[in-house]
């Protein structure tokens, strides 16, 4: 099984780079094929170009190789922080540049994009893995949680990968070593269920 794991999180020392990197592990102890990349240290570009809105753009082979990368997946992983109820700028950008037109979605006929895409993606399930200093009450509570409808509706579902699993793992800031230990479990768990062999 191809799975790819996308981690936004620009501390090397931070809680998400030890969620991904045991998800990451473990996929291979198991015998998956996984492309792990940690986009802050890729340098990815967040800013999509205008000359980049275009179905036929020539990418940059960066932008490229993901693109071609997410059409393969199996699976897709991805571990970020939860900033103001949205991923990171970084995975934003990556979003935009990656899951474009001809790659993970298209719209039919003479839909010209007020319609309802089909998904193009072979991935037909993802795991989400947040971290968060907000107690999980205050945020359905307050705030609606809105990375839940950013990932499940608003871009997986639209590129057709119909099985997303979210994990938040919170609070951190107040969070001792054995908590964390914890939720390394509980990642690993998760993604060896989300993507069965």
Known sequence: MKISILLAHPNPKSL???LAKSVEDALIRRGDEVAFHDLYAEGFEADLPPGELRRE?????LVGCH???VVQADGLVFVHPNWWGMPPAILTGWVDRVLRPGVAYVFQ???LGEGIPVGLLKARAALILNTSDTPPEREREVFGD???TIWKNCILGFCGVNQVGRKVFSVVISSILDQRK???DQAVELALETFPK
């Open 109 to 111: 006929g003479e839909d």
């Open 16 to 18: 998400n780079h030890a």
């Open 146 to 148: 809105p990375l839940e």
């Open 57 to 61: 753009a020539d990418l940059p082979d």
């Open 182 to 184: 914890v939720w390394l």
């Open 67 to 69: 693109c071609a990368e």
